[in-house]
């Protein structure tokens, strides 16, 4: 305990203004599996806010902790696991809420957007009986279901919204669908929206088409929204700050452009190099070795292995999130000169 | 694109299913050693292209030659195993393509059995070679797949496909179920395989970043046909054709203007009529 508070606190003070009407508030949330062969917890004192209408990203690698971060928004935790820290939504801290709390948080402060829209949609069931469930549920009549789901579909750019609703979710291609589940994610006004690699399965130039709706949609709700993903650029294109995920732990926190143009992290730094870009004369450099598995617990820092600015100094302690510039890093060379050399 | 050194003459080929024409009019050669690439979005074609290339699917008119040798198209097992000397896949998802009761370096010498009559001791040294060549170490090389990570698997996959020495390597999407790092270290490692033994490359993406990273030539392809052919650094850098254009717009990037691209797909796909 006395451990993580000392990195609740330092984290407090590196990232700015963390205060007023926050959308999403976490707090030292570490989740640790109690069955299998973990040896560290899959996150570790995660901090990170998410300010009313702000979007931000969540960026890392498979196993890196994204997709249990964003989920712990709607208190959904892995089967077994055992929680500590906060996760504040809409002044509801999700981590052990009642029951009713959640679903009010889940059927009205929060909703998500999944990377297979395939596996969030009942496949026996119509578009419109999707769209309206909620609204039925509330006792709002069938006229005014249909009107409502029209209207919700014109929203999202579906042009031909009564043929639309009576599809089946097989008879719609995956752009299309994921315009539905766009549509229902904004139907109940929620003040947080989490995008969990919305467009991962989708072909570039859709991809394209569905940010820029989920972006206008998004800016004409108000909403905020967390957009994890493990795409650098497509994270800068779309969010104003920046989370860095490695092994369950927050590595760097930056806005979009300062995070590109000079990364702090050597992870952030290594990523970047791996990831191919159009404008790039160089070719992407491998991150040397390979990620941190579960059976693996490293006394000192995660990365300590695959950096090649690593000292002694860093296999002792996992590092703190310290402030760098705009944001915060957690390396105990970030404010070297030039932790790239 | 002819040069004398070709390995492989791609002519005119054509499939439809139905009356979906999947691939029309492709042509190209592949000269040794050289890597080409193939790019579209879904149902472009561009996997059928590579199926019919390995022939996997057979094509309703047009020719896959390899130089020095006839047009065979022969089904037998004789006339197969010759074609897999001469081409070898890997295919988009590691998880999907390793049997997953065999240990890599099983599966590499089974590989090796079924096409060099090979003793034993020198079987088991080609395999070590090959695992050598892929970066697998000796933990991964004896464990079952779904021990292993998706990077580690297409590394895999790799290492089988080079066991027959093809002259030509058809990879179908090889990275795009990868993280960005690994992603990495498989296109740095095809880097290496290619300039070490002078093998061609037939890279199947949808991502034009990645494919710049490791062709020398491009083909795009777009309902079936090819729409701009070139080397692929002037193809990036002076796009031709409306779709490259739309392509390369595509790829996220700060300050970028995704409703502008959703407008520009729907113009031109009004503008193409499927199969015209």
Known sequence: ?341 | MSTSSAVMEVVHLRKSFGPMVAVDDMSFDLAAGRSIGIVGESGSGKSTTARMLVGLERPDSGTVSFTGEGKDAGRGTRARRARARRIQMVAQDPYLSLDPRVTPRQALERVIRLHFDLPAAERRERAQALLDQVNLGAREADALPRGLSGGQRQRVAIARALAVSPRVLVLDEPTSALDVSVQAQILALLRRIRAEQGISFVFISHDLAVVKEITDELIVMYRGRVVEAGPTREVLRRPSHDYTRLLLDSIPRPGWDPESIGAARRALAAATVPGA
């Open chain 1, 1 to 341: 305990m006395r451990v993580r508070d000392r990195f609740r606190s330092d984290a407090a003070s590196a990232i700015p203004g963390g205060d007023v009407a926050d959308a999403l508030r976490i707090e030292g949330l570490s989740v640790r599996l109690t069955r299998g062969d973990a040896q560290r917890p899959i996150l570790d004192g995660v901090d990170l806010v998410v300010h009313a209408g702000e979007t931000v990203g969540l960026v890392g690698e498979s196993g890196s902790g994204k997709s249990v971060t964003s989920r712990a928004a709607l208190g959904m935790f892995p089967a077994g696991a055992e929680v500590r820290g906060r996760v504040i939504v809409g002044g509801v801290d999700v981590v052990g809420a009642r029951r009713s709390a959640l679903a009010r948080v889940r059927g009205g402060e929060a909703a998500m957007i999944f990377q297979d829209p395939r596996a969030g949609i009942n496949p026996v069931r119509r578009v419109g009986d999707f769209l309206g469930e909620r609204m039925r549920r509330r006792g709002i009549g069938r006229a005014e279901r249909r009107t409502r789901c029209r209207a919700l579909l014109d929203s999202v750019g579906i042009s031909d919204p009564d043929t639309t609703l009576r599809l089946y979710p097989h008879q719609m291609s995956g752009g299309m669908l994921q315009r539905v589940m766009i549509a229902a994610a904004l139907s109940a006004e929620p003040g947080l929206l989490l995008a969990d690699e919305p467009t991962t399965a989708l072909d570039v130039t859709i991809q394209a088409e569905i940010i820029g709706l989920l972006m206008e949609r998004r800016a004409h709700s108000g909403a905020a929204m967390l957009f994890v993903t493990h795409d650098l650029e497509l994270a800068a294109a779309v969010c104003d700050r920046i989370y860095v995920m490695y092994a369950g732990r927050i590595v760097e926190c930056r806005p979009s452009g300062s995070l590109f143009a000079d990364p702090r992290h050597p992870y952030s730094v290594a990523l970047l190099r791996a990831t191919p870009r159009l404008e790039s004369e160089v070719p992407v450099v491998p991150v040397p070795g390979r990620p941190l598995s579960l059976a693996e617990a490293p006394v000192g820092c995660a990365f300590a292995p695959r950096c090649p600015h690593a000292v002694d100094e860093c296999l002792e302690a996992p590092p703190a999130l310290v402030g760098v510039g705009d944001g915060a890093a957690a390396c105990i060379r970030c404010n070297d000169e030039d932790p790239r050399r």
